[in-house]
């Protein structure tokens, strides 16, 4: 792409490129799987179906390469034409392979968080049968035993010697009757109340998805067809999705409604005290 364009024509520049190729929206769509209605908003130039930051920059990435254009001048086309914070944020001076090395590295630290995860579930099992193990089981209360005291008419203790005792017979109160001790153990906790909070995303089919989990980046990458993620949130969890419709969520076990239309790049912020507002009414 020459630089010497108006900003104005970048989305026109981008579709006469793939018009030359003969290339469709679906085609790119296939390949690059970003909705067609946010490829149509791109070759308009309206840059707010897009997520921001490198997010964004990567569809235009994608898009370049499928038209057969050179990316990176195409992203500085892009920066060139849209000179907004939630374009250029996070890259104050693009170099290039810059945006692949730190999709490379969010994709790394993800694989060693998912990692360490699957290491750390069956030691927290093994732990848990040992602890449950070494218990001491609780024994049957006591039988408790009374005995009746011998009893001595008045007037055989005024005349004569004491008659002979007589024998006691014990009176056993069954078990059954002595009142046992309340069991101390608590009632389990409302699943809804919980902390933290629980999120599992699905995938449905491939979508682009950041996620950042109590102000740490914990997803930010194309997730496949099939792919969960499991997520606990202590504060909040802010979700990006290029699709509002290729991901489902569970809040807590609860199937959360839709996050909006097919095709819209959406964002959400989910706490442990609004996540009511996430489930079906």
Request: some cysteine; aromatic content about 4%.
């Amino acid at each position: 792409m020459s630089a010497d364009r108006t900003p104005g024509d970048f989305g026109s520049r981008l579709r006469e490129a793939r018009e030359r190729r003969g290339i469709a929206l679906r085609q790119i769509a296939n390949a690059t799987k970003i909705s067609v209605s946010v490829l149509e908003a791109l070759e308009r130039n309206d840059i707010s179906r897009l997520p921001g930051g490198i997010f964004g920059r990567a569809f235009v990435r994608s898009y370049a390469v499928e038209v057969g254009l050179d990316p990176e001048a195409t992203i500085q086309d892009f920066m060139t034409a849209f000179p907004n914070d939630s374009v250029t944020a996070g890259h104050p001076t693009t170099e290039r392979g810059d945006d692949y090395e730190l999709l490379e590295n969010e994709r790394r630290r993800a694989g060693t968080y998912l990692t360490l995860v699957a290491i750390s579930i069956p030691i927290a099992g093994v732990m848990l049968w040992v602890g449950t193990r070494g218990r001491p089981t609780r024994e049957p209360p006591p039988v408790a035993v009374v005995t009746a005291a011998p009893t001595q008419a008045p007037a055989q203790r005024a005349a004569g010697p004491p008659p002979l005792p007589i024998a006691s017979t014990p009176a056993v109160i069954p078990a059954a009757d002595v009142p046992a001790a309340a069991p101390t153990s608590a009632a389990p906790p409302n699943v809804e109340e919980r902390s933290p909070l629980t999120i599992v995303l699905s995938v449905k089919r491939p979508c682009w998805v950041t996620a950042t989990v109590d102000g740490r980046r914990s997803i930010e990458r194309l997730l496949q067809a099939g792919e969960r993620q499991t997520i606990d949130v202590q504060r909040e969890m802010e979700l990006t999705a290029g699709d509002a419709t290729a991901i489902s969520m569970t809040l807590n076990g609860a199937t959360a409604r839709p996050l909006g239309k097919v095709g819209e790049v959406v964002t959400a912020r989910v706490t442990p005290t609004n996540f009511r507002e996430f489930l079906p009414r």
